[in-house]
């Protein structure tokens, strides 16, 4: 059997620990990711949560869309398991284009470990900081055609984890992403099926909305407003 879970990924690193030079505490490298990975789900799910309803209350034709799969998959299933939250493929290619539109974070910080070559008379010396733009990049025309329209069909059948060459990044990439990113996903999947089958959304705000130039993640100034219909 293959340990999958992260406390068998700390498990292992407790052991790996024994024969480090510099050994670090167990209970406290534990205690600081799992920390981590919870403030990250935490604190960037509901804001995305936000934008998508936020979206579907002025998109209705998605909206019923994304309901029909739902109760689709609750008909097959008592109960939405892993497998069958993450079989629905509107509902990821909702979520997906509204990290797109909405990145909640400015900007990726990374260093260089190694001298990198971009162009023939352009190089990245070993220890330069490097900042990727993200709302720049996922509002890139030439990568996501009208990058201002709301449009989840473009992700359509796409999987969850692809970052379309480095051009998508919500999460960032490689060894150094978002570690909460299954949580993150997850919770705003299940939450987001949960409410779509038992109410309809309509606006309550206007559609273009101005970001709070104050919050930790590119959350809106209004705190976002939708009306709840229920069904």
């Given at each position: 059997?293959i340990?999958?879970?992260i406390?068998s990924h700390?498990m ?12 670090v ?6 205690t ?12 960037n799910?509901?804001v995305?949560?936000c934008?998508?309803l ?29 497998d ?6 509107l509902?990821n ?12 974070v400015?900007?990726l ?8 070559t971009?162009?023939?008379n352009?190089s ?10 993200l709302p720049?990049?996922?509002h ?6 009208e990058p201002m ?6 992700f359509?059948?796409a999987n ?6 480095y051009s998508?990044?919500?999460?960032g ?13 997850l ?8 409410i ?22 590119l959350?809106?100034k209004?705190?976002g407003?939708?009306k709840?219909?229920?069904m």
């Amino acid at each position: 059997m293959i340990d999958t879970d992260i406390i068998s990924h700390f498990m292992k690193l407790q052991e790996n620990e024994k024969s480090t030079k510099d050994p670090v505490r167990f209970e406290e490298l534990m205690t600081s990711q799992l920390g981590t990975l919870i403030q990250a789900a935490m604190l960037n799910g509901p804001v995305t949560l936000c934008h998508c309803l936020h979206e579907l209350a002025y998109h209705t034709e998605v909206q019923d869309r994304l309901r029909k799969e739902v109760k689709q998959g609750f008909r097959e299933k008592d109960i939405l398991d892993y497998d069958s939250i993450n079989d629905m493929k509107l509902l990821n290619a909702i979520l997906t284009e509204t990290l797109r539109k909405y990145p909640t974070v400015s900007f990726l910080d990374r260093i260089t470990t190694r001298k990198y070559t971009l162009k023939e008379n352009l190089s990245l010396d070993e220890g330069t900081p490097v900042f990727v733009n993200l709302p720049a990049l996922h509002h890139d025309e030439t990568l996501f055609p009208e990058p201002m329209k709301w449009c989840p069909d473009r992700f359509l059948g796409a999987n969850t984890f692809d970052n379309r060459d480095y051009s998508f990044l919500p999460f960032g990439a490689g060894p150094r992403s978002c570690m909460g990113k299954r949580f993150g996903l997850l919770q705003m999947k299940i939450a987001l099926a949960h409410i779509i089958q038992k109410y309809r959304l309509e606006p309550d705000v206007p559609y273009i909305q101005e970001s709070d130039p104050y919050s930790i993640v590119l959350a809106p100034k209004s705190g976002g407003s939708v009306k709840f219909i229920p069904m």
